[in-house]
């Protein structure tokens, strides 16, 4: 069975961080690119970040680049999102998907909420 398990959400004030993990089981990990979203209340759900499987590379939207960091652990089968510097903006459910071709495979989000 295919898992993607997010956690590491919570309440955190405005300049704080948090660090979000993806544990992924059920495929093979490392064939698979993956990419962090999130969904604010009453948005649509949006791209944040993602990193490559090959290379690991990686890719960041404007609102987030040089605040957030994304990082992967193929021996553990998890990636990372290290957030700093938050803001209330950030605030919203925080997605992981691991895509490789048209296999595309989605957690169940954690909620992150930043207090201004």
């Known amino acids: 069975e295919v898992q993607l398990v997010e956690s590491g959400g919570g309440l955190v004030q405005a300049g704080g961080s948090l660090r979000l993990s993806c544990a992924a089981s059920?495929?093979?990990?490392?064939?698979?690119?993956i990419g962090w979203f999130r969904q604010a209340p009453g948005k649509e759900r949006e791209w944040v970040s993602c990193i490559s499987t090959s290379d690991g590379s990686t890719y960041y939207a404007d609102s987030v680049k040089g605040r957030f960091t994304i990082s992967r652990d193929n021996a553990k089968n998890t990636v990372y999102l290290q957030m700093n510097s938050l803001k209330p903006e950030d605030t919203g459910v925080y997605y992981c998907?691991?895509?490789?071709?048209?296999?595309?495979?989605w957690g169940q989000g954690t909620q992150v909420t930043v207090s201004s």
């Open positions: 059920g495929f093979t990990f490392d064939d698979y690119a």
């Open positions: 998907n691991a895509f490789f071709g048209a296999r595309d495979y």
